[in-house]
């Protein structure tokens, strides 16, 4: 009993840092271990002091770390809110790209609702929060050339012949033009960009195209009980997903790859909870990636591909794409290697990844997210029927001869050693292992809390509705009637479980189903619905089995 107690008051003390790292990240301090909340970090004031934040180009060396430029203008970011802006609109998705620097200041996702069901906008530049792509040229040496900062002019707008929205802006700066062509794929979340320069000063050196993206660090409200992760992320075909942290970055600590050899598809991305964005450039070429701050709060993540060399006079377009949207794995598999990663599922994503398939599976047939989960989990419970049932049945012994534990605890009182001997006897004679309740359960851990990421990391739930009154399976219980159920289930499996003889262990056991209640109060309704079902269905199975060995006993 001893192993058992000491296995029980490690769960209860790796759940208790969990909860209090949460609780850290939360109120943006420094939690003991994942991501860092920045969730209450308020933006400085902006310095006055004329200064560049346009990328210097990266060194070719792979040994050489990026050099990026001092400090932003951040008072570039109130032009933005107030120049002219050009929008572009298909049924997905509508942007609006900036007069100033032809960036793409705002980006609203039109299938994606918000609580008061008007359309969520990912990117925007506001007051309070900025979050943006953008796009230049650059070279060695002190040249002015069109970038992020350049005034750009409409020169066409419309329809292809496909039906694509697009938009044609240029800007020309020390005698090289850059226009830049944006189309919309029609159902699609990704932009086609096209970058047509044309060289018409042989004193302007090798020129080099980067695409960024641009966010504050702030991060989205989330429960105190759980946090996922908000800020850059690079991939190459080598070192595959990396992601970086706001905190990392801050400290100059992070590690990423340099150089990407022409070929090895690479691309960079903001994430936040559900939704992403990312700059997937051409392979052709090399590239250099790179990453920094730029101003207080404010972090950039971005590829620059130097240009083959151009003739005066002459004209070279590089291509690039940009994705805006949610986290959609399928969809996200087929625009570019790897982009599926940007749903991150962590260590377990061997497992989350068959999990999620199967969920959706279910979904195309119930079509509905909520009987999906529950099919879902009576699946999962199938699976381990043999591994619960060996578990069940080691309680059920366990609760048989616990009359006769008692009465050894209450003859062998203070002499905890003879009583361990007794017990252990009794377990042998009864042919009963102390751990054969434990074993099983824990080998079905890695699963529970893959399902658990799963639900928390898809957006397809996201304004899903199941039954009654849950409208959103992403959003706590608006009654926390799920809540309550479980915590009932919870009290009903402790009623069928053996009670431990240690009284401090049995009021644990007692308190639990409340502890664990209010924290469900404040996770989504998805995942204690998960729970709730397994939970009822654990207590069939358990009930089954305890009425099979009281008839044998009979």
Not at 107 to 116: M, V, Y
Not at 147 to 169: M, W
Not at 267 to 275: L, N, R
Not at 339 to 360: C, Q, R, S, V
């Amino acid at each position: 009993m001893d192993t058992k107690r000491t296995i029980l008051w490690a769960v209860f003390s790796i759940a208790g840092l969990l909860l209090y790292n949460n609780w850290l990240a939360y109120e943006g301090k420094t939690p003991l271990f994942g991501p860092q909340s920045m969730s209450k970090q308020e933006s400085a004031p902006i310095s006055d002091e004329k200064k560049s934040d346009v990328p210097v180009p990266t060194a070719t060396s792979a040994n050489t770390a990026p050099v990026l430029a001092p400090k932003a203008i951040p008072a570039s970011m109130a032009q933005l809110a107030n120049k002219e802006r050009f929008t572009l609109q298909n049924d997905m998705l509508a942007i609006e790209v900036s007069a100033d620097g032809a960036n793409v200041v705002s980006a609203t996702l039109l299938k994606e609702l918000e609580i008061d069901k008007k359309p969520m906008q990912l990117m925007q530049v506001t007051p309070g929060h900025q979050y943006f792509a953008r796009s230049g040229l650059i070279a060695a040496g002190n040249a002015e050339l069109p970038n992020h900062t350049s005034e750009f002019k409409l020169q066409s707008s419309g329809k292809d012949g496909s039906g694509r929205p697009f938009l044609v802006v240029a800007s020309e700066r020390n005698g090289v033009i850059l226009e830049k062509t944006f189309i919309l794929n029609l159902g699609s979340y990704v932009i086609d960009v096209m970058h047509r320069v044309t060289k018409n000063n042989a004193a302007v050196g090798p020129l080099v195209l980067y695409t960024e993206l641009v966010r504050d660090g702030s991060k989205l409200e989330e429960s105190q009980f759980y946090s996922t992760f908000t800020g850059p992320a690079v991939y190459t075909d080598k070192e595959k997903f990396n992601k970086l942290e706001f905190t990392d970055i801050e400290k100059n600590k992070i590690t990423i790859p340099k150089q990407v050899p022409a070929g090895d598809p690479a691309w960079v991305a903001m994430v936040q909870h559900y939704y992403a964005s990312a700059w997937i450039p051409s392979d052709k070429l090399n590239r250099d990636i790179y990453a920094g701050k730029i101003d207080t709060n404010v972090y950039r993540v971005g590829i620059q591909t130097p240009l083959e060399n151009i003739a005066v006079g002459k004209t070279t377009v590089e291509t690039a794409r940009l994705f805006v949207g949610p986290q959609q794995e399928s969809t996200l598999e087929a625009i570019a290697p790897g982009l599926e990663l940007l749903k991150d599922y962590g260590y377990l994503t061997i497992l989350a990844k068959p999990i999620f398939w199967t969920l959706e599976r279910i979904y195309e047939y119930v079509n509905n997210w909520g009987w999906s989960i529950v099919i879902l989990t009576f699946l999962i419970k199938l699976l381990f029927y043999p591994l619960s049932a060996a578990s069940y049945k080691s309680m059920a012994r366990m609760k048989e001869v616990q009359p006769r534990v008692m009465a050894m605890r209450e003859a062998n009182n203070g002499n905890p050693q003879k009583m361990n001997q007794e017990m252990m006897a009794l377990y042998k004679k009864e042919k009963i292992n102390p751990l054969g309740g434990c074993l099983p359960m824990l080998i079905q851990i890695p699963v529970f809390i893959s399902l658990y990421w799963v639900l928390l990391s898809s957006v397809e739930i996201r304004n899903a509705p199941w039954i009654l009154w849950i409208h959103d399976l992403a959003v706590p219980d608006p009654y926390y009637i799920l809540p309550v159920i479980m915590a009932v289930s919870m009290w009903v499996q402790t009623k069928l479980n053996p009670t431990p003889p240690d009284p401090i262990q049995a009021k644990v056991m007692l308190y639990m189903p409340i502890i664990f209640s209010v924290m469900f109060f404040f996770f989504p309704a998805g995942l204690v619905l998960y729970w709730v079902v397994n939970n009822i269905l654990s207590i069939a199975q358990q009930w089954q089995i305890n009425k099979m060995i009281i008839k044998r006993a009979m």
